[in-house]
Nanobody, 113 residues
Framework: VQLVESGGGLVQPGGSLRLYCAAS????????MNWVRQAPGKGLEWVSS????????YYADSVKGRFTITRDNAENTVALQMNSLKSEDTALYYC???????WGLGTQVTVSS
């Protein structure tokens, strides 16, 4: 299994970014997909999950209403649209498969003026 995240970068507070995760080596349409982040000096924080077919989505309270998770099972990708970014969203963002068994290497998001 290989998960490759992309789309991170430096953005000002209030800005937006769209993260992507490309998956290979799995039957993508059978796997929940998750986004998890780790802020500097802190532990892992679950951010969002999406059901196999995209019919259900879940969000941490800290991002609810600002982040949107979607997936494209034809392209084996999952995305995280992040709006109204805050400095506290600064973190390394990982995507992970069902039960958090497989992880990517992460993409860095920095929110700063």
């Amino acid at each position: 299994v290989q998960l490759v995240e992309s789309g991170g970068g430096l953005v000002q507070p209030g800005g937006s970014l769209r993260l992507y995760c490309a998956a290979s080596g799995i039957i993508f349409g059978t796997s929940w997909m998750n986004w998890v982040r780790q802020a500097p000096g802190k532990g892992l924080e679950w951010v969002s999950s999406i059901y196999n077919d995209g019919s259900k989505t879940y969000y941490a309270d800290s991002v609810k209403g600002r982040f949107t998770i979607t997936r494209d099972n034809a392209e084996n990708t999952v995305a995280l649209q992040m709006n109204s970014l805050k400095s506290e969203d600064t973190a390394l963002y990982y995507c992970a498969t069902s039960s958090f068994i497989d992880w990517g290497l992460g993409t860095q998001v920095t929110v700063s003026s």
